[in-house]
């Protein structure tokens, strides 16, 4: 069964950077969409930023400007690019890939903004 491995999350101080990347385990067919959501604390799930093959990308108006999402398509790897980081950017971040067949989630990377 494919699985989505993330990774980059971590430790980072306000205003600073980390990168996310996602790859799949093995190859994925025909993907429609690649992105990212996060879970804070106590709070759904919610939508970052997403790609959608057909229409383009997307994101969260709360990252917009400081969020960059990239992906490879051949490689159906997604990565997201996040800068200025704040503390209400904290949570669980899942990488997504919809396709054809269905769709996958990644098992979740840690991101914890603190000083």
């Known amino acids: 069964q494919v699985q989505l491995v993330e990774s980059g999350g971590g430790l980072v101080q306000p205003g600073g950077s980390l990168r996310l990347s996602c790859a799949p385990s093995s190859g994925i067919a025909s993907t429609k969409a690649m992105g990212w959501y996060r879970q804070a604390p106590g709070k759904q799930r919610e939508l970052v930023a997403i790609i959608y093959r057909e229409i383009g990308t997307n994101y969260a108006d709360s990252v917009k400007g400081r969020f960059t999402i990239s992906g490879d398509n051949a490689k159906n790897t997604v990565y997201l690019q996040m800068n200025s980081l704040q503390p209400e950017d904290t949570g669980v971040y899942y990488c997504?890939?919809?396709?054809?067949?269905?769709?996958?989630w990644g098992q979740g990377t840690q991101v914890t903004v603190s000083s």
């Open positions: 997504y890939v919809q396709s054809i067949f269905g769709s996958l």
